[in-house]
């Protein structure tokens, strides 16, 4: 991987990450119109850390509200009640739909799933799904609202997304759309969601590259590293832009950005423009 391939990959890594259209078909996508090599799952999952560490500083003092509860209540019984315990206990069993799923589907992952008309299709199927959610959604409900059941469905959601083209935020949001929460409920939820699962995949993947794994040892370390970091940054300007729009705003410009890139690319995939794998 070269440096210029690394900087468009890093800014699509930020710009895809947390709108629902996403990120992993982004990069798949982008390598296959600049004729590169697919950058692969590893090098998605090491850039995605760039775009956690966004999140950990957009959200840090709820973050670091729900991380001091959460402790606090595994020692007081009194502090078990609170709205942030809670959120810290949420988030762990949200996380594990896509920490089991992922080990078991790690290889399909990394090669079958990666095929472009099955990501032309998951960009398709699930902006209709999303679009729906968008409209039938009672958007009543707070994040004060959440409870274990919302929880699980939230990280089966999000365990979807281990198929590029579903994308993390979509699925998550669409879930949240559906359990009657509002959008920016929805959405911070995700964000949040998303943080022990990506990380973990992330420094998994980096510690398979850098312990000479087969499917890591190609990571080239220092355009993967200034990738991460343009993640970053751009990422968290997205994060800011997004919550604000989503005030007001519906999903429906993503729905239409997302039929019309998946049907675009089933037209360039059936031309042999593009190698369907």
């Not at 209709?128 to 409900?141: C, E, M, N, Q, S």
């Not at 973990?200 to 991460?228: H, K, N, R």
């Amino acid at each position: 991987m070269g440096w210029f391939e690394a900087v468009v990959l890093g800014v699509v890594q930020g710009l895809t990450e947390f709108l629902p259209i996403s990120s992993s078909a982004h990069l798949r996508l982008v390598g296959e119109a600049f004729g590169w090599d697919d950058p692969g799952a590893a090098f998605t999952a090491i850039t995605q850390i760039g775009t956690e560490a966004a999140v950990l500083l957009y959200f840090r003092h709820d973050i670091a509200r729900i991380i001091g509860a959460w402790v606090s209540s595994l020692f007081r019984s009194e502090r078990r009640g609170d709205p942030d315990a809670r959120m810290g206990w949420l988030i762990i069993v949200g996380s594990i739909p896509i920490v089991v799923l992922g080990l078991l589907f790690q290889d399909q992952i990394e090669t079958t799933l990666r095929d472009l008309r099955i990501v032309a299709t998951a960009l398709i199927v699930f902006s209709l799904i999303l679009y729906w959610a968008d409209r039938v959604g009672a958007k009543k409900r707070e994040l004060g609202d959440l409870t274990v059941p919302h929880g699980i469905i939230y990280g089966l959601a999000q365990a979807m997304a281990l198929i590029p083209g579903v994308s993390r935020s979509g699925g998550t949001i669409t879930a949240g759309l559906f359990l009657g929460y509002t959008r920016s409920a929805a959405a911070r939820y995700s964000f949040l969601l998303a943080i022990p699962a990506v990380l973990g995949s992330g420094f998994f993947q980096a510690y398979e590259a850098l312990t000479g794994d087969v499917e890591g040892a190609g990571v080239a370390w220092g355009p993967t590293i200034l990738a991460t970091v343009l993640a970053f940054g751009v990422g968290l300007a997205v994060i800011a832009w997004l919550l604000r729009y989503l005030a007001h705003g519906s999903f429906v410009p993503f729905v239409v950005y997302r039929i019309a890139l998946g049907v675009l690319v089933l037209v360039l995939v059936q031309t042999g423009v593009f190698a369907a794998t």
